[in-house]
């Protein structure tokens, strides 16, 4: 277990962007650097669901199909983080938004995946 932060949540209107962050603090900061790495979000009521994923060097992204051509997922393993860009946001995105450490290089869409999570950073989006 590694501890990961996540910031950059907060409420915004339909339409709108934000960015979010994922970082490992301190003695743990590098040691996200070899590990795909993965954003997943949980809409109240529901269950956790995949967003992106991204390969330890970042030559690798893949996306739910939902996000796919919004949403946009990048790593700066200089500084340990890891980003999520979201455009165009709607409100059925509202949601708890995780970032998630994979097992390895590479992870796919299952939470089986991985390893370390974040406590989540809340995305509201207004109609």
């Known amino acids: 277990q590694v501890p990961l932060e996540e910031s950059g949540g907060g409420l915004v209107q339909a339409g709108g962007s934000l960015r979010l962050s994922c970082r490992s603090p301190g003695r743990y900061s590098r040691t996200i650097n070899n590990n795909a790495m993965s954003w997943f979000r949980q809409p109240p009521g529901k269950e956790r669901e995949f967003v992106a994923t991204?390969?330890?060097?970042?030559?690798?992204?893949n996306y739910a199909e939902s996000v796919k051509g919004r949403f946009t997922i990048s790593r700066d393993n200089a500084r340990s983080t890891v980003f999520l860009q979201m455009d165009n946001l709607e409100p059925e995105e509202t949601a708890v938004y995780y970032c998630?450490?994979?097992?390895?290089?590479?992870?796919?869409?299952?939470?089986?995946?991985?390893?370390?999570w974040g406590q989540g950073t809340q995305v509201t989006v207004s109609s």
């Open positions: 991204i390969s330890w060097n970042g030559g690798s992204r």
């Open positions: 998630a450490k994979g097992r390895s290089s590479f992870a796919g869409s299952s939470p089986d995946g991985y390893t370390s």
